[in-house]
DNA sequence: CTGATTTCTGCGTTTTTTTGCAGGAATTTA
DNA sequence: TAAATTCCTGCAAAAAAACGCAGAAATCAG
């Protein structure tokens, strides 16, 4: 076999599959693993692979997991953001969870927007605070220094109090056996809260955490109104959840 | 499993949750808790998390912070909020109101102190919240945003609730004939009923504010316990309020 | 066509990287 | 305060990489 066709085999796999392994490559091709290191060497002086221990990653890989983008899936974000927002009219009272995509929907409220927000996540109401129109209302308790939101049986019972029209929980897990799932038993608490507390319950997600788990239910599908991503609604990942009777948006 | 492969593996999930346990990534990975670690401690060292006791958290998701420029006469703030300090031990409730000198005493609270603080100051309760041994309640209600404070009777009533040790009241004038006085009524309601729910009220103010009025009056100099400015105790402004019985630090 | 030169490949050895483990220190939690 | 986790340090084994070298193959010059 030519050197030349051997690389070009070499950078098919790495294209193909995202990496290659030194040791498989060797059996393959029925070389010696110096002859497989100089090339990727070679390939990855070129600019071809990158080459690291064990092995070679294509490009791509880096680009998709080590995102030079400082703020993560900030697009995707934005995008659910938007459809939430398109849900939210004049003179709603709106309850919200904490995390990242309430924050991108927090920033991204139009400025004539006159409604009253409620929530206990300390990041998001510094979003709602710089709204001039927003009306903001501060879920009071235990600060949790972890998620950055007010936790406990106070917290618990102000937002029984509360009667709102639309609840948007940050979803850190959905899945289509265990419903939302989450890793801090306080948070779920609220959240069970808040889903009691409101007329109609939205989902925040991206498509990265659909169908994975974490260790603690907060509620099953059955209880969620609608299930808000960055997908188009006739993308695949979805159908089972339409079909499991979950509205998607 | 690549080295790479691993990290961006660990590195997808922190972004995903927002954190991760290093003994739940050891049995997903099936790796030793060394490697894991060992990882971390890499992608940290990269910036592209942030470690902790037990594993990681996604640097995003910690970026609160609050624009502390234009702090006004700060050197005279610091050396008022370290008298204050002197007064809080271990174990103790405080409850503060809002203000710039009230964030510097947050600022400037020694990392070994464990105490529980009560406030429905926004800024305040973010400093408070970077602090390592401090337990933050968080009062709740409607915030006013030019405050930057919760207001209202939920909040107060919920004060009311409280019998802390010992209360730091911001000061915006403080004058022999009218004693403490402010701008704002709905902050006004919310620190009179501080100074009834604490064994001990103390008022920071700097020099400046002394002898000014205001239109709304807080409380009497009678029921002021402590005075703290940022002038030695000889210094002749202060002697009128000495020999009123205010005590004067 | 032949000999010299260059390139390529595989082998053995040394060096580096990676990983897991044992212990003791440090930190967290009850 | 005591128990349980987690962390750190040094160490050792395994894997991979780097290096030098020599034989094989290809290229080139005369």
């Not at 306080?186 to 260790?215: D, F, G, R, T, W």
Request: glycine residues 6%; proline residues 3%; charged residues 20%.
């Amino acid at each position: 076999m030519l050197k030349k066709e051997r690389q070009a085999y070499i950078l098919h796999q790495v294209n193909l599959h995202n990496k290659v392994l030194s040791s498989s490559l060797c059996t393959e091709i029925n070389v010696s693993e110096d002859t497989i290191r100089r090339d990727l060497q070679e390939l990855s002086e070129e600019g071809k692979v990158i080459k690291v221990h064990g092995g070679a990653l294509s490009h791509s890989f880096n680009q998709v997991y080590f995102s030079t983008n400082g703020v993560y899936s900030q697009n995707q974000k934005k995008t659910i953001a938007l459809k939430a927002i398109g849900l939210i009219n004049n003179g709603m009272f709106v309850l919200t969870s904490g995390g990242t995509t309430i924050i991108e929907l927090a920033r991204s409220l139009p400025p004539q927007l006159k409604a009253t927000f409620i929530s206990g996540s300390i990041p998001a109401i510094l979003e709602y605070m710089h709204h001039p129109n927003i009306e903001v209302i501060l879920i009071g308790d235990k600060i949790s220094k972890n998620s950055k939101i007010t936790v406990g049986s106070e917290a618990i019972a102000k937002i029984r109090q509360v009667k709102a029209d639309i609840c948007f929980l940050g979803t850190n897990a959905i899945d289509l056996m265990h419903g939302i799932t989450d890793n801090d038993w306080e948070v779920v608490q609220l959240k069970k809260a808040m889903i009691e507390s409101s007329k109609k319950v939205v989902c925040l997600s991206i498509a990265e955490k659909i169908n994975s788990v974490q260790p603690i239910k907060v509620c099953g599908l059955d209880e969620i109104d609608l299930l808000i991503t960055e997908l188009p609604v006739t993308d695949p990942v979805l159908k089972p959840y339409l079909d499991a009777g979950v509205k998607v948006a």
